[in-house]
């Protein structure tokens, strides 16, 4: 079984939890464990969250108008990206990732948790025209007697 879906959002904070129920959907309806689900979802918004805040194209005063999600889920494992049109990450890659943020903070939390949450993650800039992206994925498990469970 293969699904895949592709959301372009506006940078609002209500596209957050729009993407994480779609998410949360598709993976229902695909037999998927609600755990891995759960995880995966909170992944999800974090990552949204962050485009929401820092994706803003700096050559617009911080305003750009969109970020994008795109998710698979195909045999196994399901890929999750967001990326959006802001500047992106200043040497390419955040700083500070296996150092969590302090008790106190607000903020700098969201990259270490989707490391925690998924298998894989891959965060860097757009090679062709900026921005930042955020991938990552994760083995499946079904529910049993799935009937789209995966061969």
């Not at 891995?36 to 485009?51: H, T």
Request: hydrophobic content about 40%; some cysteine.
């Amino acid at each position: 079984m293969s699904i895949w879906w592709s959301l372009h959002l506006r940078r609002e904070a209500a596209s957050v939890p729009l993407a994480r129920r779609l998410l949360l959907g598709t993976m229902e309806t695909a037999g998927v464990d609600p755990d891995i689900s759960y995880d995966l979802s909170v992944a999800l918004s974090e990552a949204c969250a962050n485009a929401v805040e820092h994706g803003g194209d700096a050559a617009h005063g911080g305003m750009s108008e969109a970020y994008r999600v795109t998710a698979y889920l195909d045999g196994e494992k399901c890929r999750i990206e967001v990326a959006d049109s802001g500047p992106g990450f200043p040497s390419g890659r955040p700083r500070n990732l296996t150092r969590p943020a302090r008790a106190d903070a607000e903020h700098g939390r969201g990259l270490c948790l989707i490391q925690e949450l998924a298998d894989h993650v891959h965060i860097g800039n757009k090679p062709d025209k900026g921005g930042a992206v955020v991938s990552f994925d994760k083995i499946l498990k079904w529910k049993a007697d799935t009937p789209l469970m995966a061969v």
